[in-house]
């Protein structure tokens, strides 16, 4: 039933169109039923009235039947695109801490298997309405030949309800566990696709994983085919039941009442047509029992996302005006849990101004929040306490999405786009192109239409790639996190004595997260994190001092 809920507040209307010609369909396979039975007695020609009757019913039925399949599979189409829009909405409107801590497996998860799994369903749908109309009619003409095999049929449906209904719960309870354990089974499937170099050179690794991998997989297995099975004996019961009361009828109520012939055939070809619809809705209910599991982890993950502080996505000012005078993080501080240190880690709090045109080095250890100091600093982590000031106005939800397109970052776990995506300009591709020829790429990939022709590089060049969406955003600030690590000692040189100089001479503030300290001297500023906290701010050209000096300690 949560399933049809579900279709009618997607688009009521069309449920109720497909529900009528359902009924309607239902009904006149009835109607053939009641129409053959004083044929088989009295044999008529088929120009008679009963004849065209017949005709006119099997033409009703094929149309309204197909009318009603039509219908839903219009609308199972429109919730399968509707689901994907709204989750992707939802997922881009959700914070991003919060989605980090999600993990892309479960969304991923819920975008592709869940969505597919209540496609399959949703179609099965029109034909549910046409059998349980056939069922119900098979019923009310069972009454009206005789009320005392009403009160049998009803006596073994009541008996294969209660029959099928338990096996049929716990059947359910194994499938829920069968779709928690696709999830662990989607994040391993995803590690062993990213991580397929590392396990290859670690023979005990590439073991120790296959055995995590078989052993989640292998309870999804076990689950799955334990709920199936259970799902099985209870259709093979409720189906035993049927040809039990057709038995009944045939041998032990002739003994028990009087029933005349025709009664009697009508009542087994009631019997024998509506099995077909009984057995028909036994076996969709797997598949509707998974459609069940899956709705409730979409709508789980909806909700969850839900949840969360929808972040605006309205540019008031799609093209950021260059000239602005500070960025102020004012005891801004934030916080979250890392699974791999299995505690908690706080940055800040924080209090730090940034100017125009400045070269700032973000230095410190390997965690020491460089990274997160960077995303709060966009505006893709909310401070939990303090607070971010752009032109002396703090930065709140309602202005975030304005403030974040002032910045361009280059993630070290960046992602490239095969096309210039919202870039597009007449004179994007020659732009692009002469970027190519700084970046050295010009003889591996072309720019076309807004669209790249390839992307299939090494580490180092596809970085080269990211560094052109930024060159070509053209944002007044650009952070790069850790950009170098990955360049020859040769192209090293070209990013921090040409790239970052030339920014500079545009006006452009930069922000550069690197452990190079060689080069920490083309900046005008070096500020150092150190275990979430600022530890200092110093000219950069003051760096070659203290350097002096350690190496003086060490060199007595």
């Known amino acids: 039933m949560k399933l049809i809920f579900f279709l009618a507040r997607q688009s009521r209307r069309v449920v109720i169109l497909a529900g009528i010609a359902g009924v309607i369909a239902g009904l006149s396979g009835i109607g053939l039923i009641a129409a053959m039975q004083p044929a088989m007695h009295n044999m008529g020609s088929w ?3 009963a004849g065209w009757g017949f005709a006119a019913l099997c033409l ?10 039509m219908l839903v599979a219009w609308l199972g189409q429109n919730i399968v695109y509707n689901l994907r829009m709204t989750l992707s909405s939802k997922i881009l409107a959700t914070p991003l801490r919060y989605l980090e801590k999600t993990g892309s497996h479960s969304l991923l998860a819920s975008l592709t298997d869940d969505v597919g799994v209540l496609t399959n369903a949703v179609v099965l749908i029109p034909g549910l309405f046409v059998d349980a109309i ?7 003409y069972e009454a009206w030949l005789d009320w005392r095999l009403l009160l049998v049929l009803n006596g073994f449906f009541f008996v294969a309800g209660i029959g099928y209904h338990a096996p049929a719960t716990r059947a359910f309870v194994y499938l829920k566990r069968a779709r928690e354990d696709w999830d662990v089974v989607f994040k391993h499937l995803r590690a062993m696709t990213d991580g397929i170099k590392e396990l290859k050179l670690h023979h005990r690794r590439r073991l120790t994983f296959f055995d995590k991998l078989a052993s989640s997989a292998n309870s999804m297995r076990r689950n799955n085919a334990t709920g199936v099975s259970v799902q099985i004996l209870a259709i093979s019961w409720g189906n035993l039941l049927f040809f039990l009361c057709i038995g009944l009828a045939l041998y032990v109520m002739p003994l028990l009442l009087r ?12 019997g024998i047509y509506i099995m077909g619809p009984v057995r028909h809705i036994l076996s969709v209910l797997p598949v509707l029992s998974r459609a069940q599991v899956s709705l409730k982890k979409v709508e789980q993950l909806g909700l969850t996302l839900g949840m969360q502080d929808a972040e605006g996505d309205s540019v008031k000012k799609p093209d950021p005006n260059p000239s602005w005078q500070s960025i102020e993080l004012v005891g801004a501080t934030h916080t979250y849990y890392g699974e791999r240190e299995n505690a908690s880690f706080t940055l800040g709090p924080i209090d730090l101004t940034i100017h125009p045109g400045e070269l700032i080095f973000l230095v410190g250890g390997n965690g020491s929040g460089k990274t997160t100091l960077a995303k709060l600093l966009t505006g893709l982590y909310t401070p939990e306490s303090g607070e971010i000031r752009f032109n002396r106005e703090v930065v709140t939800d309602d202005n975030r999405a304005d403030y974040r397109q002032y910045f361009s ?3 070290s776990d960046f992602y490239i786009f095969e096309s210039l995506l919202g870039l597009e300009r007449p004179e994007l591709d020659q732009q692009a192109q002469d970027y190519l020829v700084q970046l050295q790429l010009d003889h591996k990939v072309q720019v076309a239409d807004a669209k790249l022709s390839t992307t299939d590089l090494s580490h180092g060049q596809r970085k080269r790639l990211a560094l052109l969406t930024a060159y070509l ?3 007044p600030i650009y952070i790069f996190d850790e950009w170098a690590a990955d360049q020859d000692p040769l192209f090293k040189q070209v990013f921090y004595f040409q790239i970052l100089p030339d920014l500079k001479a545009r006006g452009k503030t930069v922000i550069v997260i690197s452990h190079d300290d060689r080069y920490y001297h083309v900046g005008d500023r070096i500020v150092k994190l150190d275990y979430g906290q600022l530890a200092y701010e110093r000219l950069a050209s003051d760096w070659a001092e203290p350097a002096l000096g350690v190496l003086a300690q060490a060199n007595p």
Do not use: W
């Open 259 to 270: 029933l005349d012939p025709k009664t009697l055939t009508g009542y087994v070809l009631v």
């Open 60 to 69: 009703l039925v094929l149309v309204s039947g197909a009318a009603s399949q």
């Open 409 to 411: 970052m280059v993630f």
């Open 473 to 475: 955003e053209d944002r």
């Open 134 to 140: 056939s069922i119900v009619g098979g019923l009310a």
């Open 47 to 49: 120009k008679s009235a």
